[in-house]
Structure formats: C-alpha cells, structure tokens
C-alpha cells in the first residue's frame, strides 16, 4: 500500500520537471533587443575673420585722400571705407580668404586686386590719372580770335604737349591726365598768356593776348641819290598800336609833329651817317620810340 503512494508521487515530480523544462526552452529562443544609440551632435564650425589695410597712392607715390575702397565679393561683399588724409584705408573684420576689392577716387582710372586675408597680408593700390579732354579759344585783349595760336601745357605727366588754334580761335586737347594742370598761349607779336585750371574733362580754359606794342621806321630815296647835291628821303612808320601824332627828328637837326609818313630832303654837304628817330604819341599821352640809322652819300 505505500508502494503505489511512492510511486505517483515520483510520476509527479517527473512531470513537473517535464514542464519546467519545457518553459525552459521557450524562454532561449527569442531575439535579444539593442539598445538606442543617440548621435554625437556635429560642432558649428566657427567663423574667423582678419583686418586688412593698405595705401592708395598715385603714380609719383603720393597718398590719396578720399578715394573709396570697396569689397567686390565674399561675405562683405560691398562693404567699403575711405582712405584717410595719408591714403591709408582700414578694413577691421573681414573674414579670411581670398577677396577681391576695387578702388575708386576722383580724377583717378579705378583700380581692381585681390589679396588673401588672413591678418598678415595688405593690399595697395596705385591709381592712374584719368584721362580727359579739354578745350577753349585764344583771343587778343580786343576780343579778335587769334589762328595759329599754340597752347602749351607747362607740368603734369603731359608737360610739352601742344595744341594750336584753329580758324575759329579754337583749341582742344584729346586726353590730358586729370588734376591741376598750368598751361601757356603764345602767338606771334603777343605777350604769353599763362593760366592753370583743375582739368576735369568739364571746364574749358580760355586766353586773351596783349599785342606787343612794335613801331619800326622804313625809309626810300624818292629823288636825287648818292652823289647828288639834293636828296629827298620817305620814311614810314609801321605799328600796332594806335597813335594820335608823331614827333620826328630826322638827325641833322631838323624836327616836326605831323603824321606817320614823313618826306625830308637832305643836302651832299651834310654826308654821313644820321640817326631818324620818331616818338609816337596815343591819345593818353603815353609813347613809343623807334630809331632808323641811315647815310647820306
């Protein structure tokens, strides 16, 4: 009787360690879960920036004040500063790289570089003057427009180059370097006449000649001649000027106040050398000499 309550006893645990190990296997079989990984955010990168100066001079190596310098591209593209009194001009902050600029003043041809910025390098210019024309007329003091006339420029990069007057009195030169520029009219039997202006392509420069006062005495044998005991001389007074009378001396104590053309007569007796000599007179008194050295024979 306790053999058989042995027995079930022992079926029992054999089925319950049947089931235990059934849930045993089940458990192994399923896939394991990974866990989430959160990414490494990527750092903004940050940016770096330089200053940058330099000088704007011209062609002889002198500063130039107010001209404009200008970023063309890159993240400041179209910032500017202008150059101060010495030339000198300041960017602060640019960021590095390579960038390009343009430069811009008055009177001057733009200019374009390029420089890597990185806070050691600098960026200079040198602009050339621009060219322009200029134009004007040349007139006497009494308003006649003057041909032929020559107009001379007197310094600058263009000193030595010439224009003449046309029929109308007119100059013109084609280029001239932009600036302050002096120049000089001359014509024959005037005073120069020297002017300067700021040659901007737009102003015109205009002269006005003084005649050079000139009186001359020509002289002709009109009767008798060399051997002759009688001997009637012209002479004649070539001027300029505007006279209201003549004081002559003929230079064998002979005078008279009359006109410009004179006839005197001299005698074989008085042969040699004379000196005719004439004072002119204008209407307010003032004068001008001429002298004529002749021989009698």
């Known amino acids: 009787m306790v053999l058989g309550i042995r027995l079930r006893v022992s079926v ?36 770096t920036t330089a200053s940058l100066t ?17 970023v063309l591209d ?19 902050s640019l960021t590095t790289g390579n960038v390009n600029f343009s430069v811009t003043a008055a009177f001057y041809q ?20 621009a060219l322009v024309p200029i134009g004007g007329s040349v007139e006497a003091s009494t308003g006649e427009r003057l041909v032929g006339a020559t107009v001379t420029v007197l310094d600058g990069v263009n000193a030595g180059e010439t224009a003449v007057t046309n029929a109308n009195g007119d100059y013109r030169f084609a280029e001239l370097a932009s600036g302050n520029v002096n120049f000089r009219a001359s014509a024959t039997g005037y005073d120069d006449d020297r002017r300067g202006i700021l040659v901007n392509g737009i102003d015109s420069l205009n002269f006005s000649l003084t005649l050079i006062p000139a009186l001359t005495i020509t002289s002709e044998i009109v009767s008798g001649g060399p051997g002759t005991a009688i001997q009637d001389w012209r002479f004649t007074v070539t001027t300029n000027q505007t006279f209201v009378s003549y004081n002559w001396d003929f230079g064998d ?10 006839q005197h007569t001299y005698f074989r007796s008085q042969s040699g050398a004379r000196t005719v000599s004439v004072t002119a007179v204008r209407a ?5 000499d001429a002298t004529l050295d002749i021989t009698i024979e």
């Open 54 to 70: 330099g000088t704007v001079s011209n062609s002889s190596g002198e500063g130039i004040s107010g001209a404009t310098v200008t």
């Open 284 to 288: 307010d008194e003032s004068t001008l």
């Open 110 to 129: 733009d200019s374009f570089g390029g420089v890597f910025i990185d806070g050691t390098n600098t960026l200079n210019f040198t602009l050339p003057r």
């Open 74 to 92: 890159g993240p400041e593209a179209s910032a500017s500063v202008a150059t101060n009194s010495s030339g000198l001009y300041t960017f602060s």
């Open 12 to 47: 029992g645990v054999v089925v319950l360690a049947l089931a235990v190990a059934g849930c045993g296997s089940s458990s192994s079989s399923s896939t394991p879960t990974s866990p989430t990984v959160t990414p490494t955010p990527t750092p903004t990168p940050t940016t």
């Open 253 to 262: 104590g002979q005078t008279l106040t009359g006109g410009a053309v004179q």
